[in-house]
């Protein structure tokens, strides 16, 4: 296996990073069809933005991975900015073999970057082989995180 490369998404990876998506089952009706226009207007909102990358990996010209990380400022901790890593997924076929600890690796270093105090990241309860992972790689469940749903997907 050659080395990952890992980018800025580019319009041209969404369906693969869809995919990753959709094979995620928590909730079973989390994603809808590529072809849906939200997914690009999302995606243009996240490239317009400086404080949001949306990282696709690549190996052997096949994109087998994706996150999307975010630069917050706040005022807690004397105005430090964090780092937060979201949708984190490796392609299917392709677990186990590393390339996920190398991709959280990446933007841990892409948050130093921007001299982020520190990086955080939230996993669905029922994700219990991705905590297992981030506890792999050092990561400390820290706090309890809570969700007020507003509306329904459309």
């Given at each position: 296996m050659s080395a990952p490369i890992f980018r800025e998404a580019v319009p041209a990876d969404l369906p693969a990073i869809l995919a990753m998506l959709a094979q995620d089952t928590y909730p079973a009706d989390r994603e809808t069809h590529p072809a849906d226009p939200r997914y690009a207007q999302a995606f243009n909102a996240i490239a317009a933005d400086p404080n949001q990358l949306l990282v696709a990996a690549e190996l052997d010209g096949r994109v087998v991975g994706t996150l999307q990380l975010s630069f917050i400022p706040g005022l807690s901790f004397r105005g430090a900015w964090r780092g937060q890593i979201e949708a984190v997924r490796i392609a299917e076929d392709l677990r186990g073999q590393g390339l996920g600890?190398?991709?959280?690796?990446?933007?841990?270093?892409?948050?130093?970057q921007r001299g982020c105090f520190m990086v955080q990241l939230t996993s669905s309860n029922e994700r219990t082989d991705a905590h297992r992972f981030y506890e792999r790689l050092g990561w400390k469940q820290s706090h309890t995180g809570f969700k007020l749903k507003l509306m329904e997907a459309r």
């Open positions: 600890a190398a991709l959280i690796d990446w933007a841990v270093d892409r948050c130093r």
